[in-house]
C-alpha cells in the first residue's frame, strides 16, 4: 500500500475515525490477499473485488467466508465493509497514478492544465460541501440519519457521496453537484439508487440531488421520478475581525 494513501484519504475530508477504518480494512485485505498495488498492477484489483464478494443471496443460503480474512459475525456486512476499502484504494490509484500524487508534466498545455486545476477546485468545493452536510444533515431533511460510516459508500456505478436513512426507515441516497445540475446528474443519481435497491433487494430507496441550482432538462427529468428530489444551496459567508 502505498505512503500517500492517508494523506489522499484525509484530503477527502474524512473524520479521522474514518481514516483510521479505511487504513485498517485496506491494510487486513492486503495482510490475507497480498499486495494491493500488484493486485491493481495485474487487473486493477478486478479479481480481488470479485472475491470479497458476498450477496444477500449467499447469506440465505449460509455460504461460507470465500476470503482469507478471519471474519467473526456478519459474514456480508463485513464483506461489504471490506470490499469498499478495496474500491476506494483503486479510486485513489486511479486519480493519483504510479506515484502516489502526480504533478502536472513538464510542459503541459496551459489551458489543459487549467482546466485541471478548475476540476480540482470543483471536486474540492464539493468535498467542503459534503463535510459541511454530514455535519448538519438535519437541514437537509430532518429525521435523516447518516449510515455510510462516513464515507462514500461504493456501489457498481460509483461512489455514493452520502447514504442514509430517514424517519421511516427508508435508504437516502445523497449526490452533491458544486454549481449547477444537469441531466447527467440525474442520471448519476439514479444509477446509484438502482445499484442500492438491487445490493438490499428492496425499492425502498430515495434519492436527493443537492445543487446550487437545476437547468431545465434536469429539472423535467426529475418529474417523472416521484423518489428524487431536488435541493438547492447556499454558501452565507461569516466575516471577523482577522486582527483580533
Known sequence: MKAGYRQWL???????NTVNAQMYRAGRVEEHHGNLDEHYATDRMASLVETLSYSKDDQRRNRP?????????????????????VKRYRKFRDETGEDGFDAPAPGADESATAAGEEVGRRIGLERDLQAALRVEIQKLEPG?????DGAERSVESGFIDITARDSSGMTVVIELKAGVAGQRAVAQILSYMGDVASEEETGNVRGILVASDFD?????????????????????????????
Open 144 to 148: 435523516l440519519t447518516i449510515t455510510d
Open 216 to 244: 431545465a432538462k434536469a429539472k423535467s427529468a426529475a418529474k417523472m421520478v416521484p423518489s428524487l428530489i431536488l435541493r438547492k444551496y447556499s454558501v452565507q459567508f461569516r466575516f471577523a475581525d482577522g486582527q483580533a
Open 65 to 85: 467466508n470465500p476470503t482469507k480474512i478471519p471474519i467473526e459475525g456478519d459474514i456480508f456486512k463485513n464483506l461489504v465493509s471490506y470490499r469498499d476499502a
Open 10 to 16: 484525509e484530503l477527502q475530508k474524512y473524520q479521522a
